[in-house]
């Protein structure tokens, strides 16, 4: 397999971290893009002495930040994996809506925002791949997910329409759609309910958004299964476009979706139970 040029944002921890670790050791030549200049320090030790060391070079990229996204739209790549990501919990109809718009500039219009220079010039050469790391959230619900579950629903329409537009002129667009993995990030993700919700003011009961956070806690995968995973099919020249992972929720996110066409008004669909 020809060595590709791959940048990942969102690489400073977790599921973007372990990807661009793996791949640099596979011999790409990796542009790891992490969002402040502290983790820039903490991979830069995780990789001093290794053998792949020369083949990862760690960039600041805060995706809401113009200067930030100029500096990484000089890269000359192959593969972009957007990967940059953030989420905030609590039930919709009360959680404070510029949360929720917080959560979409970041994982749906930014995303977007930052994607489309580079998709530019991947259309002048004839050839490229974009990564759009979604998520199972993106395909079904879950409670108290809302502003998180709205992004990743975007984000794949935004998507497929990318695949169906650009693969006439060359550039693949593809989906990876993580379950819970134990990264820290789901766990975060629930506890920033904390910072607005007030018992007193609002009318939903907390200790259901409490056993919704203990139910995440309590069900998420190793993330190196996850990571293995990406490392295999982000740089093949050809796979599915919507990659799930683990492979059991391929068949639990299609029979979500078929169930919203029969679910009657009075009833709750039997993943909310």
């Not at 790391?133 to 990318?162: F, R």
């Amino acid at each position: 397999m020809k060595k590709k040029t791959i940048m990942i944002t969102g690489a400073g921890s977790g599921l973007g971290k372990g990807t661009a670790l793996g791949l640099a050791e596979q011999g790409h030549k990796i542009i790891a893009a992490v969002h402040t200049w502290e983790q820039i320090s903490r991979l830069l030790n995780e990789i001093k002495g290794k053998k792949f060391e020369k083949n990862i070079e760690i960039i600041k990229l805060d995706i809401l930040d113009i200067m930030d996204c100029e500096k990484a739209w000089e890269y000359d790549i192959d593969i972009l994996v957007n990967n940059a990501g953030m989420g905030q919990t609590g039930p919709v109809a009360e959680m404070p809506v510029g949360l929720i718009r917080e959560v979409m500039e970041t994982n749906v219009f930014s995303t977007l925002e930052f994607s489309q220079p580079i998709i530019r010039k991947m259309v002048e050469k004839g050839e490229g791949k974009i990564f759009f790391v979604s998520s199972i959230a993106g395909l079904t619900t879950t409670q108290y997910l809302g502003a998180y579950n709205a992004s990743k629903h975007a984000l794949e329409a935004i998507a497929q329409c990318l695949r169906d537009e650009l693969k006439p002129l060359g550039i693949t667009v593809a989906t990876i759609n993580p379950g819970p993995f134990e990264t820290g990030f789901n766990d975060r993700m629930y506890d920033s309910y904390e910072q607005w919700f007030d018992e007193d003011l609002h009318f939903t009961p907390k200790k259901s958004i409490e056993k919704a956070r203990k139910s995440m806690a309590e069900n998420q995968f190793n993330p190196q299964s996850m990571i293995d995973k990406m490392i295999a099919v982000i740089p093949q020249e050809k796979h599915n476009f919507r990659t799930v992972h683990p492979e059991e929720f391929v068949e639990k996110c299609q029979e979500y979706q078929d169930r919203q066409y029969t679910l009657q008004t009075d009833t709750v669909d039997k993943s909310k139970k």
